[in-house]
């Protein structure tokens, strides 16, 4: 390698190491993003069994207003939940993603589609994902609504 491809190279690699990536960043943005089309994908398709898939086996989801729901067949239910009352799709939008190792945070905004192509629900989330298997998977999923909430029914 040529003395000024070297620094450059060096140089390079100092400016990413400073801007917070490490090497490896790019790949595991691009396989997080895949797998994100693929939740969709698998919600747009009402498949519960292919997005509690996208969990690990100990993955947990941690919805507003409901108790956790902790392994695929519990995630799986509450998405079949989800679907029995009208959710058709829904769309992601990732913000910022943080990888370390076999693990990487992800921070984002999502809304919820319904009959119609209504929204149902928008707001913001944050993922733990975990490497295994040879996949990135999701651990831990929490969310919560960015919506208003309905008025009180002061009528009763």
């Given at each position: 390698m040529h003395g000024l491809t070297r620094s450059i190279l060096i140089a390079a690699l100092a400016l990413g190491a400073a801007c917070g990536l490490v090497p490896g960043d790019a790949a595991v943005r691009e396989a997080?993003?895949?797998?994100?089309?693929?939740?969709?994908?698998?919600?747009?398709?009402?498949?519960a069994s292919a997005v509690?898939?996208?969990?690990?086996?100990?993955?947990?989801?941690?919805?507003?207003?409901?108790?956790?729901?902790?392994?695929?067949?519990?995630?799986?239910?509450?998405?079949?939940?989800?679907?029995?009352?009208?959710?058709?799709?829904?769309?992601?939008?990732t913000l910022d993603l943080v990888p370390a190792d076999s693990i990487a945070v992800e921070t984002g905004t999502y809304a919820v589609a319904g009959p119609g192509g209504a929204t149902l629900d928008r707001g913001k989330y944050v993922v733990v994902w975990k490497h295994e298997d040879g996949a990135w998977r999701l651990y831990r999923d929490i969310w919560n609504t960015s919506m208003p909430a309905a008025p009180a029914d002061t009528t009763r």
């Open positions: 997080i993003s895949a797998r994100n089309q693929e939740f969709m994908t698998a919600v747009t398709a009402m498949d509690a898939g996208l969990y690990t086996e100990d993955g947990q989801l941690l919805p507003p207003a409901a108790e956790p729901q902790s392994g695929r067949i519990a995630i799986k239910e509450y998405f079949l939940a989800m679907f029995g009352q009208g959710v058709s799709g829904v769309t992601l939008e």
